[in-house]
């Protein structure tokens, strides 16, 4: 995929950027050198290949994220931090409605 003048200008437009011509070819350019990288990554075949949890494991195998298990640790205290709010309903706080 490649940008053409045209697109950089309506590009710009829509983005409220007043760029002048000289600004609008860099910007072409560097735009099409982005979308060049983009198509190169795209034609590596990364079939068979295992995604990793970290980049560094790529070099380390034994790696291991410190992450907790995902367990419930506190009591569900909801009944009695809405005790003090002055109104509730299944659970919701109920607020005064401030938009008409």
């Not at 940008?3 to 609008?24: G, N, P, Y």
């Not at 099409?32 to 990364?46: C, M, P, R, S, Y």
């Not at 994220?65 to 205290?77: G, Q, S």
Request: no cysteine.
């Amino acid at each position: 995929m490649s940008l053409e003048l045209t697109d950089v200008k309506r590009l710009a437009r829509l983005a409220q950027l007043d760029l002048t011509d000289e600004q609008a070819s860099k910007t072409l350019a560097k735009l099409n050198g982005i979308f060049d990288l983009v198509e190169q990554l795209k034609a590596v075949d990364t079939s068979g290949i295992e995604p990793l949890n970290h980049p560094i494991a790529a070099h380390q195998n034994d790696l291991a994220l410190r992450l907790r298990e995902d367990a419930v640790t506190e009591p569900n205290r909801r009944e009695d931090y809405q005790k003090v709010a002055p109104a509730t309903q299944d659970g919701l706080y109920l607020v005064p409605k401030v938009i008409e």
